[in-house]
C-alpha cells in the first residue's frame, strides 16, 4: 500500500499599513446641539518678527504693564462673536501670593471688561497655578513608606492662607453678568492642577481633596457654585496624578497637543494618535468620582483642548522639530476629533492669539477667517 502525504504550509499573514491599528481616518461628527467653546486669549509685550501672518487688525502687543489697545481688543470681541465663540479665558496668576503678575493680568482682562462691545463676548478665569510660588514641589520628603510625597502646600501655613485666599479675590469676577457658566456654575479653570500638591488628608496620602473642599467651601459662602476644570501636561495619562483628581475636579482637559515634543510618529500619524490618546482619557475620567455636584453628573469629564496648528521656529528658528503646518483639513480633522470625544458640550481651543507658537484662529491677512469659520461651523448648529 501506497500512502501519498500531502504537506501544507501555512503562512501567516504579513503585517501591512492596512491593518495597522492607527491607519484609519477621522470621520467627520455631526453638530446636533451647539458646543460650548472657548478660546485662550494670550497677551504679550512684542509681536515676534518671525511670525509670518499679520493680524487683520495689525501687529499688536500688549506693553510691559499688560495694555491691550482699544481697537485691538475691540475687534477680536466681533472677530470671536462671528465665529460663535462663547468665551474668552484669560490667565490669572495669584492675588496675593504673585501679585505683580497679577497686576498685569488683571489689567489686560480690564481692558476687555471695559470695551464697549464685551457683552458679545463671555470671559472665564484660569487661575495660574506655579509650584514655586505656592513653595511645593514633586521631589524628595519620603513618608514612612518610603514613597517621596514633596513637599506639600500645607507646609507653609502663610501660602496655604494665600492659594484660599486667591480663590476669594477671583470671586469678584465669577459674580459678573458676562462670566461663563457650564450647567449654571461658573467655570473655573485651573492650570497646572497635575502639580497641586498636598498630604491633608491621613486617609489618602497624596489626596488633593480637602484643598478643593475647602475652595469650593469659600466660594460656597460667597454664593458661588464652580465647575473646576484642571489642566494637565500634553501627551500623558491622568492616571499618573488621579490623587490630585478624584473627588476634588468637575472636568480635566490636556494641554496643547499640537506640540509633538519632536516624536516623529505624533507628527505623521497625528491624528488617530490623539484620537486614541483623547479616547482612553474620555474612558478614564468617566469612571472617576468628581468633586462638585453637578445636575445629573457624578463622574468627572474629559474636555478636548484643541489648535490650529504649532511652529517651534518662530522662536527657536534653528529647532530641527517638525511643525506642524496649518491647513484648513488638519484644523477641521482636529475639531471632529474633539467631537467624538468630548465627555459633554465644553470645548476649549489653545489659542485665540498665540502667534508665538502658531496656534491661532484670530484672523490674518494671509488665511482670512478659516479658522474661525470652521470653528463656527464645525461646533454650532445655526450659522
Not at 482637559?253 to 474620555?282: C, H, S
Amino acid at each position: 500500500m501506497i500512502v501519498v502525504t500531502t504537506l501544507c504550509s501555512c503562512k501567516k499573514k504579513a503585517e501591512t499599513i492596512d491593518n495597522y491599528f492607527l491607519n484609519y481616518k477621522i470621520p467627520e461628527v455631526p453638530v446636533t446641539s451647539d458646543y460650548t467653546v472657548g478660546a485662550f486669549y494670550y497677551t504679550f509685550t512684542a509681536f515676534n518678527a518671525n511670525i509670518k501672518d499679520t493680524p487683520t487688525v495689525g501687529k499688536y502687543s500688549a506693553s510691559t504693564t499688560g495694555i491691550i489697545p482699544a481697537n485691538v481688543i475691540q475687534t477680536h470681541i466681533d472677530q470671536a462673536a462671528a465665529a460663535r465663540v462663547d468665551y474668552f479665558i484669560f490667565s490669572l496668576h495669584s492675588p496675593d501670593l504673585d501679585f505683580n503678575n497679577y497686576k498685569i493680568d488683571s489689567v489686560s482682562l480690564g481692558c476687555y471688561l471695559s470695551a464697549p462691545n464685551a457683552s458679545k463676548v463671555n470671559f472665564a478665569v484660569s487661575y495660574n497655578l506655579s509650584q514655586g510660588t505656592l513653595g511645593i514641589t514633586d521631589a524628595g520628603n519620603p513618608d514612612s513608606f518610603g514613597h517621596n510625597r514633596g513637599i506639600p502646600i500645607e507646609a507653609n501655613a502663610t501660602k496655604l492662607a494665600g492659594f484660599y485666599k486667591d480663590f476669594i479675590r477671583l470671586a469678584y469676577y465669577m459674580k459678573m453678568p458676562n462670566y461663563q457658566k457650564y450647567n449654571g456654575k461658573p467655570i473655573l479653570i485651573i492650570n497646572n492642577a497635575y502639580e497641586l500638591n498636598s498630604n491633608m488628608d491621613p486617609n489618602n496620602p497624596g489626596s488633593d481633596a480637602p484643598l478643593y473642599a475647602q475652595i469650593r467651601k469659600e466660594l460656597s459662602a460667597l454664593g458661588l457654585d464652580v465647575y473646576i476644570i484642571g489642566m494637565q501636561a500634553n501627551w500623558s495619562v491622568p492616571n499618573n496624578y488621579f490623587f490630585r483628581y478624584q473627588n476634588c475636579l468637575d472636568a480635566l482637559y490636556e494641554a496643547n497637543m499640537a506640540d509633538t515634543k519632536n516624536v516623529l510618529d505624533r507628527y505623521y500619524i497625528f491624528g488617530p494618535m490623539v484620537d486614541q490618546n483623547f479616547a482612553y482619557w474620555k474612558q478614564e475620567l468617566e469612571s472617576w468620582p468628581a468633586g462638585g455636584l453637578t445636575p445629573g453628573q457624578n463622574k468627572m469629564q474629559f474636555v478636548p483642548c484643541i489648535q490650529a496648528g504649532y511652529n517651534y521656529q518662530i522662536t527657536a528658528p534653528a529647532s530641527t522639530s517638525p511643525s506642524i503646518v496649518r491647513s484648513a483639513d488638519w484644523y477641521r480633522t482636529y475639531t471632529n476629533i474633539a467631537k467624538r470625544n468630548a465627555s459633554g458640550k465644553l470645548v476649549l481651543i489653545d489659542s485665540w492669539n498665540n502667534f508665538s507658537v502658531d496656534t491661532q484662529i484670530e484672523p490674518t491677512l494671509e488665511y482670512g477667517t478659516t479658522y474661525t469659520d470652521i470653528t463656527r461651523q464645525e461646533f454650532k448648529v445655526s450659522q
